[in-house]
């Protein structure tokens, strides 16, 4: 356990003095102050558990420096010394927050008995804080467990019900484009407003495809493949993939990469995926010609992948809220909602921690830190994917 910081404040400093000896033979080191002001100015320097305060004291008396305390300290206990004429001092201090007070001539054995009470009550006020946060942090991890279970319901529908029907409207799609190309229909009234709805019901069954996919992507278990991946490649690889939309908006792309960091072992599938996730996102928040910086970097036994972008940014009170299933900035019809939720399971699979800094109208930064040597997510504490509800979704999944 910590010492107790005491801080004694008496300006009768024969007294003070002889009382600090005494404590510190007991255990218990102060600091001292002979003025309330001089108490102030130590508390502003180091923090106090405890502060032994005397009440008369000439310039600030003890329950003014009391209320400062209480003000700007409220979590530092403090117990008042008290003449017995002046007892109702002590009373009134107890109505200011004081923890108690004592009457001079003070028992050393119930100044130290007061002294541990008050450090007894500090500590017990730190844990039930600490309680309250471990509370919030289960309750926040529960929500989230329940909509990864709603979202496991509904992948498991969707596949179901809605991937099927999707294969007959293409396949039916595919049929009147081929009809449209016959010599015989070549003359046919409005035959190109007829390709533009063919066009639109095609468009509509990819966008529908790429939602599937990415329902479906979040709740399977998809082994890690893991072999040596050369990092600099793999985020060459992904901007060509790209390079068609980076060159429409004209965004230009800066790389700058560690030599120390070019190489992992992980799966070079899902990193790409992660990679296209995260470069797509950066190149449709970009205005034209705006800039694109990918960093790869040494980070501890691992490496730190930032992608960083001069968009317009996210709003502070979505930064919480962006990696959640079906939560998208983006106007309606342009995003699934599912493209972060979907890298982070992918990054905390690989065994790392994908994290956001962003402010409106000055980008947004994503970080992705990744182990040199793949580890489960089990091993680094990412939340597990044998959950029984998860493996039954995963199981109905894979059925036809």
């Known amino acids: 356990m910590d010492p107790i910081r005491l801080l004694l404040v008496d300006d009768e400093a024969d007294f003070r003095r002889a009382i600090a000896r005494r404590l510190t033979k007991r255990g218990i080191t102060p600091a001292e102050a002979a003025t309330g002001e001089e108490c102030l100015r130590l508390l502003a320097e180091q923090p106090m558990d405890v502060v032994v305060l005397d009440v008369k004291m000439p310039g600030m008396n003890g329950i003014e420096v009391l209320g400062r305390i209480k003000e700007k300290y409220p979590e530092t206990e403090v117990i008042l010394l008290t003449g017995h004429a002046t007892t109702p001092d002590g009373v009134a201090g107890i109505k200011s927050g004081a923890f108690d007070y004592l009457t001079k001539p003070i028992e050393l054995e119930q100044l130290v008995s007061k002294i541990h009470q008050a450090h007894d009550k500090i500590l017990r006020a730190a844990e039930k804080k600490r309680e309250a946060a471990y509370r919030a942090r289960m309750e926040q991890q529960m929500i989230a467990t329940e909509r990864l279970a709603s979202l496991g319901t509904l992948a498991t529908g969707v596949a179901h019900e809605i991937n099927n029907p999707l294969a007959i409207i293409k396949e039916s799609a595919g049929w009147m484009r081929l009809i449209l190309k016959n010599p015989q229909m070549a003359d046919i009234p409005r035959r190109e407003d007829l390709e533009k709805a063919i066009g639109k019901i095609e468009n509509a069954i990819e966008r529908a495809r790429r939602i599937t996919h990415q329902l479906l992507g979040s709740v399977q278990r998809q082994e890690a493949a893991v072999v040596e991946v050369h990092l600099p490649s793999l985020v060459a690889e992904t ?24 190489t992992i072992w992980s799966d070079p599938y899902q990193l790409r995926q992660v990679l296209i996730n995260l470069l797509s996102n950066a190149v449709q928040a970009s205005a034209d010609e705006g800039r694109i910086d990918v960093r790869l970097q040494a980070h501890g036994e691992g490496v730190a992948l930032e992608i960083a972008d001069t968009g317009k940014g996210i709003p502070k009170e979505n930064l919480d809220k962006i990696f959640e299933p079906f939560f998208s900035t983006k106007p309606p019809g342009e995003g699934t909602g599912l493209g972060l939720f979907v890298t982070r399971g992918i990054v905390e699979k690989l065994g790392g921690r994908i994290t956001v800094e962003s402010r409106l109208g000055a980008g947004a930064r994503f970080r992705v830190v990744l182990p040199k040597r793949h580890i489960s997510a089990a091993d680094n504490g990412a939340p597990s994917g044998g959950d029984d509800w998860l493996d039954q979704i995963r199981h109905l999944a894979k059925e036809p």
Do not use: C, G, K, T
Not at 239 to 262: C, D, G
């Open 239 to 262: 901007l060509e993939l790209l390079h068609r939309e980076i060159a429409n908006r004209n965004v230009s792309v800066q790389r700058e990469i560690a030599p120390e960091a070019e």
